[in-house]
């Protein structure tokens, strides 16, 4: 199945959060079939610091809770902190976008992810790396939901490598 990851970054090295992402990532699902350029943008639903995010795409056969479960300690590894409720700055952010073309809605994990459609930050790396990809209920391409996406948010591509 593919696994569809958005990571992001907006505190310290980003670029070496995002390439130590990389690398627990691919530790554990195996090289990334597709990686997309790294985008800055300014934070989404809080002030803060700006954002380098990136899409990558897995191909795994790991049922999407343990997926997230992998995500969650991850983070955790990389010096996440989850303190209250809400957005906050953050040394790594990692969520599943998509998985294959599964709807999923439990407490735990809603798949495709809620608010994509509605991040142009995620929109963008994702139509660069999979433009064909369709959002299992929107039934539209990730291009065209790129090209509908409200969010005006400066997106940018940013210089910054994190192949492994």
């Not at 690398?23 to 554990?28: F, G, I, M, R, S």
């Not at 300690?73 to 010096?79: A, C, S, T």
């Not at 509605?118 to 929107?138: N, Q, Y």
Request: negative net charge; aromatic residues 8%; proline residues 5%.
């Amino acid at each position: 199945m593919e696994l569809i990851v958005s990571t992001g970054s907006n505190l310290g090295d980003r670029c070496a959060h995002l390439a130590g992402a990389v690398v627990h990532l691919e530790a554990y699902f195996g090289l990334a079939s597709g990686k997309s350029h790294i985008v800055e943008s300014d934070p989404w639903g809080f002030d803060g610091n700006g954002f380098l995010n990136q899409i990558l795409v897995f191909e795994t056969d790991i049922n999407p809770e343990d997926c997230m479960q992998q995500l969650l300690l991850i983070e955790k590894k990389m010096g996440r902190t989850r303190e209250g409720e809400g957005y906050a700055n953050r040394t790594i952010d990692l969520d599943i976008i998509g998985y294959g073309d599964l709807i999923l809605a439990t407490s735990e994990l809603k798949i495709p992810h809620p608010l994509m459609f509605e991040r142009r930050f995620v929109l963008a790396p994702l139509a660069h790396v999979r433009p064909d990809w369709v959002h299992p209920i929107f039934g539209r391409s990730s291009s065209e939901l790129l090209d509908l996406c409200q969010d005006q948010g400066n997106v940018m591509v940013y210089p910054c490598d994190t192949t492994t």
